[in-house]
Each structure stands twice: as structure tokens, then as C-alpha cells.
């Protein structure tokens, strides 16, 4: 029973930290695009 409950909790874990560096990956790509812009004027 308790072998389940850790799995659950496993999988939860991972979606949140693929979620975690997902956002963290499109706020990198935002800025360097938002910099990117700012120096090319």
C-alpha cells in the first residue's frame, strides 16, 4: 500500500518540476528575445 502512495507522489514530484522548467525555459527564451531586440535598436 505504501509502495503506491510513494509512486503517486513520485509522478506528481515529476510533473511539477517538468512543469517547473518548462516556465523557467520560456522566461529564458522571453528574455534573451526581449534583450536581443532592446540591443539591435
Not at 509502495?3 to 529564458?28: N, W
Amino acid at each position: 500500500m505504501m509502495q503506491a502512495k510513494k509512486i503517486k507522489y513520485d509522478v506528481i514530484g515529476l510533473t511539477e518540476t517538468r512543469r517547473h522548467h518548462l516556465l523557467h525555459a520560456a522566461y529564458d527564451f522571453g528574455e534573451e528575445l526581449f534583450l536581443g531586440t532592446r540591443d539591435s535598436r
